[in-house]
């Protein structure tokens, strides 16, 4: 089986194994970074590069899930890739063309509340620099070449530990540093991307022209599915960037810094369901091109309740314990950051549902539905994020990262099961079933997370070892949940043949 062709079983195991070292490797970064950087540093830099992601996400428009919807129902057309890389440099020109501006007439001081214009450059090239590698990642799934692309993401997170912890270690670990630190190990993964595209039966681009004629078939085609988008990209652009203006702007770094931290736990949890992501959608984009609706539901049906169970497992563990799992990653100076860590450590769980969820939306084309949905509930969220974050003074309730850690939360848990009924309809699926599962799973594995905490924490020399106490709950609590999941395989989107399957499996994977 050549590696284009490998299936999407293998593929996903590629994924989730770089995603198994990503946790591993994360575990030691997020020790390490909160802690070099410091509350402030830590929450500037997350400040100005969620600004540029949401710059570049407004000019993407969707564009890059079109390029890859499109580019994996036809690999082969070179003139296709050629336009978006060129879309993709024009966005890039805009970019950095925006920045200068804001530089030479003073207004960055406004925009960027206490940031340097020095690190908003370094901000606006990680933005774009980011996006090219996600763009390179969408070609490689595209193209099938999932494995080896994998391997080359292992390699860039093996190679970013040695650097973080290098830099760590001879105290040169500050906000420029950090910088360039990513920009190494993106340039790293993007020269591994192009060497396997160029390896394959692939090229990044055989022929650079295009004629007028592709120019504009391939521009309606873009704008045919993307224009629906447009006004949800600008809404999204307000209200992401201006969630954490006001966060910067009424709390201050430090609590910019604070919901950084509980947003990158929220993401550890996130790593394994994300893996499953791009492959699910290159495979709803192939079914639906062959108007096959029902290998688009069985595909639903068979991994989304699993991958979020998956996510809850993690999720419902890190929210009982939030007081360690700060602790353990920021230190003391972090302390402020436990009830947002919290609250933030659900988001992936429908996180997971959201973004699987909608690649039905973006394979089926339904993009105006999509939009609709997005833009309603972003409205929504803009003045909540006011009332949760403003001071009293300014008729708020000056909660900081607590705050838009639970307008987050909250909105995505109604605006995900609004995706999720439209889709349940399309794909002619039970809602009821699917939004009952979700209130299941999550209860079921929160009371044992809790029951477990509690009962170790009545052993009082555990008390005395926070990181053995906590290794121990888990320990314990995974047994548990996989106690429940081989009496009640449901909970997990599964049935007792695939119970039976997988002890089969781990039994011959232990006798070879």
């Given amino acids: 089986m050549t590696e284009h062709n490998d299936s999407l079983g293998k593929r996903y195991k590629y994924k989730l194994l770089t995603n198994l070292l990503g946790l591993l490797i994360n575990l030691f970064t997020q020790a390490i970074i909160p802690r070099g950087l410091g509350p402030k540093a830590y929450g500037d830099f997350n400040f100005l590069t969620n ?4 710059i570049i996400g407004f000019l993407d428009m969707g564009t890059s899930i079109a390029f890859y919807t499109k580019l994996s129902q036809r690999p082969k057309e070179n003139g296709l890739v050629v336009f978006y890389l060129y879309f993709s440099v024009l966005a890039s020109g805009i970019t950095l063309l925006f920045v200068l501006i804001t530089h030479l007439s003073n207004s960055y001081f406004s925009i960027w509340p206490g940031q340097g214009i020095f690190y908003i450059y370094l901000a606006a090239i990680w933005g774009i620099m980011t996006w090219f590698i996600q763009v390179l990642n969408r070609m490689t799934d595209a193209y099938g070449l999932t494995v080896p692309s994998e391997i080359a993401r292992m390699i860039q997170k093996l190679l970013g530990l040695i650097l973080i912890v290098i830099l760590y270690f001879i105290h040169r670990l500050n906000l420029v540093n950090f910088f360039y630190y990513n920009f190494v190990i993106l340039i790293f993964l993007a020269i591994g991307f192009i060497w396997i595209i160029r390896k394959s039966n692939y090229s990044i681009a055989e022929n650079w022209r295009l004629n007028s004629e592709q120019v504009k078939k391939y521009f309606y085609e873009f704008y045919e599915y993307s ?20 966060l910067q702007q009424f709390a201050g770094s430090e609590q910019q810094g604070f919901y950084s931290l509980s947003y990158q736990i929220g993401a550890i949890c996130f790593l394994f369901t994300s893996a499953m992501t791009p492959l699910l959608m ?22 989304i309740p699993m991958l979020y169970s998956i996510a809850a497992y993690f999720s419902c563990f890190i929210a009982v314990q939030a007081a360690t799992v700060v602790h353990l990653f920021g230190g003391g100076e972090y302390q402020g950051a436990i009830i947002a860590v919290m609250i933030m450590a659900f988001y992936p769980i429908h996180q997971t549902y959201g973004q699987l969820s909608g690649s039905v939306f973006y394979a089926t084309g339904q993009t105006r539905l999509y939009r609709n949905i997005g833009i309603f509930f972003m409205m929504l969220g803009l003045p909540i994020t006011y009332f949760l974050i403003a001071p009293e003074g300014y008729l708020g309730l000056n909660a900081g990262a607590t705050g838009l850690a639970i307008k987050m939360v ?13 889709n349940a309809k399309f794909l002619s699926l039970n809602f009821k079933r699917y939004l009952g599962h979700q209130v299941i799973s999550v209860g079921s594995m929160l009371v044992i997370a809790w029951g477990t905490v509690v009962s170790i924490n009545q052993i009082s020399w555990m008390n005395q070892h926070m990181l053995v106490s906590f290794l121990t709950t888990g320990f314990i609590y995974s047994l548990m949940v996989m106690g429940l999941v081989y009496k009640y395989p449901i909970l997990f989107g599964l049935n007792r043949e695939d119970i039976i399957a997988l002890v089969e499996s781990v039994r011959e994977q232990l006798r070879k």
Avoid: C
């Avoid at 224009?227 to 006001?246: K, N, Q």
């Avoid at 909250?410 to 439209?422: D, E, K, M, R, T």
């Fill in 410 to 422: 909250a909105l995505q848990f109604i605006g995900v099961n609004v995706q999720l009924y439209y």
């Fill in 282 to 303: 290159r495979e709803f984009s192939i079914a639906y091109a062959n108007k096959d609706i029902t290998l688009m539901a069985h595909y639903f049906r068979r991994y």
């Fill in 227 to 246: 224009a629906p988008l447009i006004t949800y990209a600008l809404i999204g652009l307000i209200v992401g960037i201006l969630d954490r203006w006001l």
């Fill in 51 to 54: 600004f540029f992601n949401q």
